[in-house]
């Protein structure tokens, strides 16, 4: 759609053929389609006014407009939303005589939907933000100048003033970028032009860049494409610009923030203060375009070519300061007037190297202070135009990259290629560092596009922000996240950002980008799209730092650092144990009891170095006893110290002997008893009460018991009664009745037959607990207090259908009848027929129990020993020879029937061997037949496979098993 404005005040709509979509009036009179409507809500009327007391309401809402100024053109103004659905249209109308100006908005179809609220020298420059949220127009009221933004229905929206004067320059023009994220305000003057560039963070409007150009009048395009290029003719004369967004740091940690004519600055490292405030401002008198810092010291470098030097700005009192010393750059050849000096990275405090223009040709210049002079100290020509010059650290190192993309080191006063040849072109980076990796310097680039370089390797395709760490690099990415990759572990780089594991990755609010990381420390912070700030400490930078600190032997600073951060306080130990271990009286002379009561809590097994930090790379592991290591070691420690008291039972808590740290706190009791009873205390919030007092009780000390008592929420009445029933036993029995209570039969019963007189309650309590080995082990063999054990122990052994233990212990209960009964059932032929020929038992009961014993070992496998029984104490040789024959001992049935001169027993056995032989003649053939199908459907596999190639690279070659041929 084209939209023309004639001089007779009419507004014309034309498709792209040119033809009329409608002629309408320009200048209607009516608000428009969108009139607003007052219901009442919020009214000037009803709303609080404060200070400015109820005459507030009578006040205009409206300002009251004023004529145009001379400055107009009283030309027609013309601006379209990004979407191309709405245009604005600024004319000049006619009021009782007097010329005002007045914005209208349009639909693409030519509906008149709003006007403008009235404002107060309105001038006829205006410009839709491309995001379609806000139209900018100036204002010149009272001979200063504003840049007033409306919305669509016609209402203010906020403003920001201009610096210069209206009595002497006018705004020619306000053009957005095409990311609607900077705002361009072109002014004219008789002599000289400006071209301001001001971006918004939290709400206010900030100077960013401010160039001057001595000429009637300039032309000033934004890029289409790229947000940060823009093209400007200035008399007769094509300039491109392209600008770059770099965090300025002195000192690493304190930012620096241009804002016109001061430098906003804030150290991060103790504060985290969100723009637009700051903690103090670096004040020049001139418009401020560049920053470069070294160490503690910045230079501001002034848009007219003046450099103002600050010392000290990390330590500079809240508050304005000005410059400790101002320079004025002159050069001895022709530098180019329309465009000023940038890339300036400082050396030394009054050295530095930057890039400026001369003889139509970028060069890279050396500056040097020296008497309040600033002379150029060498001058070098460059091949292609200097895109990016960048410093590690605050050495000497500084690589520059050419628009080009090759990269070169300065050297000596000399640019040498950075590199070998495969490393010296790279793509353009929009954000680039210096690093050191394997003790080597890298670049690490980030392009417009958010791919992230190291050197020409593409590293990551999501990266919209960078930051260097002394030992990471941090990264965040469109997926709203911040990654940190250890550059001191290979395999970091070797498999990408992509294999980062889950805790170098943290969440991070939409939009986040990375402002400044602390090197002393895990402080990161992160600004978010609005502006503000966030602080923020990532896991790994936060584990570098303890581990910093444990290697410093600073344990207060890790303990704290550790309780705020919810680290997992086995790390303290995990990190380096041999230290720990023996620098452990020095570590406790730092801290207090709190800290190792929470310590001792959290300590566990798990070694966290491998399993949930195992990122840190740490080498060192913990012993494999590490809580018993621990524990013992810090008792040691802390023992005869009344105030380690509370860590002393913690140790015992921990390995779950409470009975030892209340034997300790009892032994400590009549010197210390306040401190004792608050240890029994603490130890009440580390267990329960009923736990705590059975603990008590099982050290068999009832004055202890009730010192523990008193301290519980126990009422007397529930063990008054039971400890002076124990109270009136003897001693040796007391211990039985405590440990039988607490459900230790074994010691309960080592206590009960320690009585005299006790056997049958001992009896009693073993065959109620089933303790029968405790009991047999100290009653002597042969008592009639083993034997009545063992007997006991025998029947249920029986019962159980264990006869052979059951046969053995009665047996040494001299109980041979019941110990025959069980020992016929078994396998124990020798100790069965030796118990019968003690029991003289008659020759045709020994044939039978040989033969109960030769069935049993025929059914169990056991052909030899059936045999045996059968041919001796049976005389039976046709039976013993079929159980020959049927576990395969021919020879040995043809040995019984020579001995037993039974010829006709060596026809039985041979009929056996020939059946045996058929049945391993068929099993062959079977195995035979089934090997053949297996070997067929092998040739078939590896047929398959030469076919089709893929998918049977990783097969094993399979070995066909040797066949025989098989001869019946």
């Not at 400055?71 to 379209?80: F, I, L, S, Y």
């Not at 007033?148 to 957005?176: I, M, Q, Y």
């Not at 013993?880 to 001169?901: H, I, P, T, W």
Request: proline share 4%.
């Amino acid at each position: 759609v084209c939209v023309v404005v004639t001089s007779t005040g009419k507004l014309i709509l034309m498709s792209e053929e040119f033809d009329c979509i409608k002629n309408t009036e320009a200048k209607p009179t009516e608000f428009g389609s969108e009139h607003q409507t007052q219901v009442g809500w919020g009214s000037k009327e009803t709303q609080f006014h404060g200070t400015a007391g109820k005459g507030a309401s009578q006040q205009p809402v409206f300002a009251t407009p004023t004529p145009i100024s001379d400055t107009d053109t009283q030309e027609a103004r013309v601006t379209w939303r990004g979407d191309g659905q709405y245009f604005a249209v600024s004319t000049v109308d006619e009021r009782d005589g007097q010329f005002y100006r007045v914005i209208r908005m349009w639909t693409r179809e030519g509906v008149h939907t709003s006007t403008n609220e009235p404002l107060p020298g309105l001038e006829d420059t205006m410009c839709w933000r491309p995001s379609g949220n806000l139209i900018a127009t100036s204002a010149n009221h009272n001979t200063q100048h504003q840049v007033v933004f409306l919305e669509r229905n016609g209402l203010r929206h906020g403003e920001f003033p201009l610096t210069l004067r209206a009595d002497k320059t006018c705004v020619s023009a306000l053009l957005w970028n095409c990311s609607s994220n900077i705002l361009t305000v072109v002014y004219e003057g008789q002599e000289t032009c400006h071209v301001m560039l001001y971006t918004c963070s939290n709400y206010t409007w900030q100077l960013k860049q401010h160039y001057t150009y001595k000429a009637s009048n300039i032309t000033f395009l934004w890029d289409h494409e790229d947000e940060h290029k823009f093209h400007l003719t200035v008399d007769n004369r094509y300039i491109c610009y392209q600008l770059t967004s770099k965090i300025i740091t002195c000192s690493a940690t304190t930012t620096m923030v241009i804002d016109d004519k001061k430098v906003n600055t804030t150290p991060m490292a103790t504060m985290c203060i969100p723009p637009p405030m700051s903690y103090s401002q670096l004040v020049t008198e001139q418009h401020c375009n560049n920053i470069a810092t070294h160490g503690d010291d910045a230079w501001l470098i002034c848009n007219d070519r003046t450099i103002h030097r600050f010392n000290n700005v990390s330590h500079s009192p809240p508050g304005e300061i000005t410059p400790d010393e101002s320079y004025k750059l002159e050069a001895d050849f022709p530098l180019d007037s329309h465009t000023c000096i940038r890339h300036v990275v400082m050396v030394t405090q009054n050295k530095a190297h930057c890039v400026a223009l001369v003889n139509d040709a970028d060069a890279l210049l050396t500056l040097e202070l020296s008497d309040k002079e600033v002379f150029v100290a060498s001058c070098m020509t460059l091949e292609d135009t200097a895109v990016n010059i960048a410093q590690h650290g605050d050495s000497a190192t500084i690589v520059v990259q050419l628009y080009s993309g090759e990269l070169y080191e300065l050297h000596d006063g000399m640019l040498e290629p950075w590199g070998n040849e495969n490393m010296r072109e790279c793509p353009r980076f929009s954000e680039m560092e210096v690093a050191v990796f394997e003790e080597e310097m890298v670049v690490i680039g980030r392009t417009p596009f958010n791919h992230l370089y190291m050197d020409t390797r593409l590293w990551n395709y999501d990266c919209t922000s960078i930051s260097l760490h002394k030992t990471h690099l941090l990264l965040t990415s469109h997926s709203h996240t911040l990654t940190c990759v250890n550059l001191n572990q290979p395999t970091h780089v070797a498999r990408t950002t992509e294999g980062v594991t889950d805790t170098e990755i943290r969440s991070v609010e939409r939009g986040s980008r990375l402002v400044v990381s602390d090197p002393s420390s895990s402080r990161v912070v992160l600004q978010m799209p609005r502006g503000n700030l966030e602080l923020i400490h990532p896991r790994p930078l936060l584990l570098t730092h303890l581990g910093r600190l444990i290697m410093d032997m600073q344990y207060r600073k890790v303990f704290e650092a550790v309780r705020k951060h919810r680290v997992n306080m086995n790390f303290i130990f995990d990190y380096h144990p041999e230290q720990f271990l023996s620098k452990l009286p020095d570590i406790l002379s730092q801290l207090t009891s709190k800290f190792l009561e929470l310590f001792v809590a959290e300590l566990s097994s798990e070694d966290t170095t491998l399993t949930m930090y195992s990122f840190t790379g740490t080498q060192s592991t913990a012993p494999s006893d590490k809580v018993k290591t621990v524990c013992n070691t810090l008792i040691e420690c802390v023992t005869g110290n009344v105030t380690w008291l509370n860590t002393l039972v913690s140790c015992y808590a921990k390995m779950e002997d409470f009975a030892a740290g209340l034997l300790k706190l009892n032994s400590l009791h009549p010197t210390h008893p306040t401190e004792c009873e608050g240890a029994i205390k603490y130890m009440l919030i580390l267990t329960d009460d009923d736990t705590l007092f059975n603990h008590a009780l099982g050290t068999h000390d009832l004055n202890l018991v009730l010192l523990v008592a008193q301290h519980t929420q126990k009422d007397p009445k529930e063990y008054m009664l039971f400890l002076n029933q124990l109270q009136s036993y003897d001693d040796t029995y007391r211990k039985f009745k405590i440990d039988e209570h607490l459900g230790r039969e074994k010691s309960a019963l080592k206590y009960l037959m320690c009585c005299e007189g006790r056997f049958d309650e001992v009896q009693a309590f073993v065959e109620k607990h089933n303790l029968y080995a405790t009991a047999l082990q100290h009653y002597p063999f042969g008592t009639d207090q083993h034997k009545t054990i063992g007997r006991g122990l025998a029947r249920i052994l029986k019962e159980r259908g264990n006869n052979e233990e059951a046969g053995v212990l009665f047996g040494q209960c001299a109980e041979l009848k019941e110990c025959l009964d069980c020992l016929r059932l078994t396998k124990q032929s020798h100790l069965a027929l030796s118990v019968g020929a003690q029991l003289e038992l008659p020759p045709d009961e020994m044939s039978r129990l040989a033969e109960q014993l030769a069935e049993n070992l025929r059914g169990d496998g056991g052909h030899k020993e059936a045999a045996r029984l059968y041919d001796r104490y049976c005389d039976n040789p046709d039976e013993a020879v079929e159980v020959l024959c049927e576990g395969g001992f021919y020879s040995d049935a043809l040995e019984v029937s020579q001995a037993r001169k039974r010829v006709d027993l060596v026809s039985n056995i041979m009929s056996s061997l020939r059946t045996e032989s058929e049945q391993t003649c068929c099993l062959l053939v079977e195995k035979k037949e089934q090997a053949e199908k297996l070997a067929a459907r092998i040739v078939v596999v590896r047929e398959k496979r030469n076919l089709v190639g893929t998918g049977f690279e990783d097969m094993e070659k399979i070995s066909l098993p040797c066949v025989l041929d098989i001869q019946e």
